[in-house]
């Protein structure tokens, strides 16, 4: 398997010369080409009235996500709703929360974050057991986060924001000129098919990020080639780097 050209389905880093990516082009003699697989799309104000969702009645809300604070503040002005500040926010992680500066005076409001995990944002949460939790997610957001919310006795609404979608990739992306396609979540895979019907992996390696995304990669009838993370490679590039050397590995053999 020689991979020469590896499609990437995320927007292209802001400053890719200071990005793993550019280490790997150098030393493997590969290219990248960055693509989004899926697009979000709003749900309005009057969808959100349907799922009987009140932003009054939150104290707390629930952020794992850029965009979950974007689509929370979209709803609020929507809605005609003016966000008090005695609301209190938890975010997934510290830069989540740092975003809330686009809306709001950052020290003068009660905001707390985890270390990246659920699991360190529900311990934060529960001590704050009496507020009335809101969580802000897509459509697709996965059903073992309201599990884990149930389990840790919280009172909380899930309100779906946003609806994330298959992009429409075939103006712009020639699947056959790639040799490798990289994952990150499973919504992609199904843009993958959306777009590319007749797609067959053949020779082409696929990696995926994340359990959820390895998972729908087999589900989907294709081989996992790469996988993050793991022990060795707690990100997909340092997967992709991984492989990239036990390919140049093999091929020197030859």
Not at 45 to 58: D, F, G, N
Not at 224 to 240: D, F, G, Y
């Amino acid at each position: 398997m020689k991979i020469k050209s590896i499609l990437i389905s995320q927007p292209q880093p802001a400053d890719i010369a200071k990005t793993p990516y550019a280490e790997m082009m150098k030393k493997y003699g590969v290219s990248f080409k960055f693509e989004k697989f899926i697009k979000l799309e709003d749900v309005t104000a009057s969808e959100l009235r349907q799922q009987h969702v009140k932003l009054t009645e939150a104290t707390g809300v629930i952020l794992t996500s850029r965009n979950s604070i974007d689509h929370f503040f979209r709803v609020a002005k929507e809605m005609r709703y003016a966000v008090p500040e005695t609301l209190k926010y938890f975010c997934i992680n510290e830069s989540t929360a740092l975003y809330l500066q686009r809306y709001v005076q950052y020290r003068k409001r009660k905001i707390f974050f985890g270390n990246q995990s659920l699991n360190d944002l529900i311990d934060i949460m529960k001590k704050h057991k009496d507020e009335k939790y809101l969580y802000c997610c897509s459509d697709i957001s996965s059903d073992s986060t309201f599990d884990m919310l149930t389990a840790a006795k919280l009172n909380f609404t899930k309100a779906v924001m946003f609806r994330t979608v298959p992009a429409d990739l075939k103006e712009t992306v020639k699947i056959e000129d790639y040799n490798m396609l990289v994952f990150f979540s499973p919504m992609g895979i199904q843009s993958l098919k959306v777009n590319f019907p007749d797609f067959e992996q053949g020779e082409v390696a696929i990696g995926g990020f994340g359990e959820a995304t390895c998972q729908a990669i087999l589900d989907a009838g294709f081989e996992l080639n790469v996988k993050a993370p793991t022990a060795t490679a707690q990100s997909m590039t340092m997967a992709i780097e991984e492989f990239l050397a036990a390919e140049a590995k093999k091929n020197k053999k030859r």
